[in-house]
């Protein structure tokens, strides 16, 4: 258990301040590998959640896995219904979707996060989800594990 009082198997890491303005609220960046496939978890505070973004690639490359590890939170790729995550939620975002993920607002959210290595790989940040379409998601107490 960290300081936060949040319990998760992997370090939760510093300040995402890398990348903090592409976020709403807090994050946290713990490396857990580098080399041809980084590996990282990332937690997120209650109702931290990152920008809409693409991630780009060819010849396999590009694609987002989102292993969620502790707490609870949501994915949603553009035109799709969000979907509730919960610790053993896998999740294969194929490269060229717009798509954010987050803790949902009553609860921590912590997932280990990669991009599968290819031809032309990088990260497109967009505009931050909408506060009011944020707000519409039910919180982790009103929706047990789905939307």
Known sequence: MNDHGFEQIFPLGETNDAYAQYFTG???NAPLTDGAVP????????????????HH???GGGDQ????????????????EPVSMVAGTVIRVPAG??????AKS???FSHVAFITPGDGVSNEWLEPLADDEYRRLPAST???ASA
């Not at 590996?39 to 693409?54: D, K």
């Open 26 to 28: 807090q994050s946290y």
């Open 39 to 54: 590996v990282a978890n990332i937690s997120f505070e209650p109702g931290c959640r990152n920008n809409w973004h693409i």
């Open 57 to 59: 690639g060819t010849n």
């Open 65 to 80: 896995i989102l292993m969620c590890t502790a707490g609870s939170g949501w994915y949603q790729a553009d035109g799709e």
């Open 97 to 102: 979707t717009k798509h954010w993920h987050g």
């Open 106 to 108: 009553d609860s921590w």
């Open 142 to 144: 009103d929706d047990g």
